[in-house]
């Protein structure tokens, strides 16, 4: 599943190539934003399913552990970022309020702040079908107000990510439904899909979920096929290190453009073409640097507690299972 995470990164980069624009008072050429509209539906429940993957064998080391890793490879990244951002895009954190608003998921970030809301909703509802789960998500999505983000968004979301666990714990079955040329059938609704959603500027939601179920099995199928070519190792690549380049896409956008703004480029098209693969460009200097310095690591996992604390906490976890 590398290959489908890494391009649903690249299209979330890709978005924000166009959606940045605006920010450095660009006029955003309608086909660019024609072109964001294609994938709209299928984004984040994309990434979402795909975070929900891993959720199936994240219990087996103990609550403590799966906690502590959610914490630094999830909480940690998300706070150092929202610093980040605060620094270079602003507004400035200038109390605890401010930076609670960031990692609330007022920034580009609220991906992370979702993920770790699942993770987290995870441990008591862990005894429960996650189908279960993803239908009462869906159907809270459903009540919601319509495109609130802490309400319809938050819950059509969950819905996708306990799909993901689900699909997780059921591997040898969805496999099955992945290497069939059945599941390769979707592609026709999502053309339609994606022509409507260009044509009537829809966002995705409960009422879109079917499509973006069609994306998900699809191109889950296309990947399976094509996955050992060559031309797909970078996707891979991305895929693998897909926090790296999420969390640090966008300032690397953002600064980009401002530079090209000051230097008194007009033309939205050729800032996009040269924000674009300079986000690419520092993902992948900063994966490299993280694997050549604990120091970079630390930019995206946090620290290890020590073993002795670890220790202490597991067992009060083990006390408290015979209680």
């Not at 150092?80 to 954190?93: A, D, F, K, N, T």
């Not at 987290?120 to 862990?126: E, F, I, N, S, T």
């Not at 690397?252 to 000051?262: D, E, T």
């Amino acid at each position: 599943m590398d290959l489908l995470r890494g391009l649903a990164i690249l299209l979330v980069i890709a978005f924000h190539s166009v959606t940045i624009l605006e920010r450095h008072s660009y006029a955003v050429p309608p086909w660019m934003r024609d072109f964001n509209q294609l994938f709209v539906l299928y984004r984040m429940p994309t990434l979402v399913f795909l975070s929900g993957l891993l959720l199936a064998g994240s219990f087996g080391k103990g609550i403590v552990l799966y906690l502590l890793g959610k914490g630094r490879r999830i909480f940690w990244p998300l706070l150092v970022w929202s610093l980040l951002y605060s620094l270079i895009v602003g507004p400035p954190v200038d109390g605890p309020m401010q930076l609670l608003k960031y990692l609330s998921g007022q920034s580009y970030l609220w991906f992370l702040t979702f993920i770790l809301f699942y993770y987290l909703a995870a441990v008591p509802l862990r005894r429960l079908s996650p189908l279960l789960v993803a239908a009462a998500a869906f159907g809270i999505a459903i009540l919601a107000p319509d495109g609130s983000k802490n309400g319809e968004r938050l819950f059509y979301l969950m819905a996708f990510f306990f799909l993901g666990s689900w699909a997780g714990g059921h591997w040898a079955l969805w496999m099955r439904v992945v290497r069939s040329r059945a599941a390769l059938l979707g592609w026709i609704v999502i053309v339609g899909a994606s022509a409507a959603a260009v044509i009537y500027e829809l966002h995705y939601g409960p009422l879109y979920a079917a499509p973006a179920l069609c994306f998900i099995v699809a191109v889950s199928a296309t990947a399976f096929w094509i996955q050992a070519a060559r031309w797909c190792a970078p996707l891979i690549f991305m895929g693998q290190h897909s926090l790296i380049f999420y969390v640090s896409h966008f300032p690397v956008i953002y600064l980009i453009m401002g530079f090209c703004r000051a230097l008194g480029i007009e033309a939205a098209e050729v800032a996009t073409m040269v924000a674009f693969p300079a986000a690419l460009l520092a993902g992948l200097l900063l994966v490299l640097a993280a694997r050549a310095s604990r120091i970079v690591d630390l930019l995206f996992v946090g620290p290890q507690p020590p073993r002795r604390v670890i220790g202490a906490l597991q067992a009060v976890e083990k006390r408290l299972a015979f209680v």
